[in-house]
């Protein structure tokens, strides 16, 4: 991984009033440029190939300019055109998944955030074991495939948008189903509703809802819509799908807004502080966005299944602001807030803080 020294003397070379918001064409782009233009930042448009001619329809969220690779790996061997550019990566769950984890620790860029959180959060060994330090409840997890007894879901390693993703019984289920070749994980499928639970830290703000450094916000909530899981039973009961070879698929196709029982909101804070405070010990912190993704049960238990530690895709319901980020300011969109942080930061010297 490169040394956070070696980022720092690369942003000491940076025209400080001429930052670029930078990011792949792809996930939550549109609205991570929409709120950089917002906040007075130029906007760099990484892309393979030709620059995506949707982004013309929208011409809030058109990058100033497109930054054209082969390959996104070529991006490793361009950072010091980006560089010169002035650009401050942002990085979200395509750019990753693209990229690699591995060679995005390696990239020689001024990125937004803790870049260390990737290890941990790539690893769904490492996550659970950050995620039940801090305290959170969360699924059991069985290692060996032969005591599955009851509903269980298998994932892969990485941020696939919930591909491969899918519901074992028992042991000739998960046979039938496992590509040997993929790492994954077996975790109880707990039964309830889903949510999907925008926060914020920041470092270097003081007002607002207090941990032992920063605060933290909660900036939406989103159910995701996947394909097919949400229609399959239309054409039968599991029992005959499964005879026919159909089973549900997890793939995510779009996103709902939610909002939460106001009561729920205490134990929400309470488990996104935990999580922070608990990475502050384990490596210097999670900075600006990440997701927890949890199932509330009907005795109205949050369980957490995943933690996403980056902007998601779900924000992208709420470019104009949400029921609970219009209770801060309105029209805050998670990309406008990264583009503020930055912003701030910039204008407090404090660009050390939040950029890795």
Same mark, same amino acid.
């Given at each position: 991984m490169v040394r956070k020294q070696e980022i720092l003397k690369i942003l000491e070379g940076y025209d400080k009033d001429n930052l670029a918001i930078a990011t792949v064409c792809s996930h939550s782009s549109l609205q991570i440029f !929409?709120?950089?233009?917002?906040?007075?930042?130029k906007t760099i448009g990484i892309c393979m190939g =030709? @620059? @995506?001619?949707?982004?013309d329809a929208f011409p809030k969220a058109k990058p100033d300019e497109f930054?054209?690779?082969r390959d996104y790996k070529e991006i490793l061997s361009k950072s010091d055109e980006l560089a010169s550019k002035n650009a401050i990566i942002i990085p979200h769950g395509s750019f990753v998944e693209y990229l690699?984890?591995?060679?995005?620790?390696? #990239?020689?860029l001024p990125t937004y955030g803790n870049r260390r959180v #990737?290890?941990?959060?790539?690893?769904?060994? $490492?996550?659970?074991?950050? #995620?039940? =330090?801090?305290g959170i409840k969360m @699924?059991?997890?069985?290692?060996? @495939?032969? !005591?599955?007894?009851s509903p269980m879901m298998v994932k892969y390693y990485g941020a696939k948008g919930g591909m491969g993703f899918f519901v074992v019984k028992n042991y000739t289920d998960f046979k039938k189903r496992i590509n040997p070749a993929e790492k994954f994980t077996i975790q109880?499928?707990? #039964?309830?509703?889903?949510?999907? $639970?925008?926060y914020f830290y920041s470092p270097i703000k003081s007002d607002g809802y =207090?941990?032992?450094k920063g605060t933290l916000e909660l900036l939406g909530i989103d159910r995701r819509v996947e394909s097919n899981a949400d229609e399959i039973f239309r054409i039968g009961s599991p029992t005959e799908l499964a005879g026919a070879g159909i089973y549900p698929t997890f793939v995510v196709t779009g996103n709902l807004p939610l909002i939460v029982r106001e009561s729920l909101l205490p134990k929400i804070f309470e488990m996104g502080e935990k999580v922070v405070e608990k990475s502050i010990e384990l490596f210097d912190g999670m900075i600006g966005p990440f997701c927890l993704e949890a199932v509330v049960t009907d005795s109205l238990e949050l369980k957490v299944f995943e933690i996403s530690a980056r902007i998601v895709a779900g924000t992208n319901l709420f470019i104009s602001g949400s029921p609970y980020s219009d209770l801060m300011e309105e029209k805050l969109s998670m990309g406008r807030r990264i583009a503020r942080e930055i912003k701030i930061a910039k204008e407090m010297n404090l660009l050390s803080k939040i950029i890795s």
């Open positions: !929409d709120g950089a233009r917002k906040e007075g930042f =030709a @620059p @995506p001619k949707f982004y930054f054209v690779v690699g984890a591995d060679n995005f620790q390696k #990239l020689r #990737l290890e941990w959060e790539s690893d769904r060994e $490492m996550s659970r074991n950050w #995620l039940e =330090a801090a @699924p059991k997890q069985i290692k060996n @495939p032969e !005591d599955i007894d109880e499928f707990v #039964l309830g509703t889903r949510y999907y $639970m925008h =207090a941990l032992t």
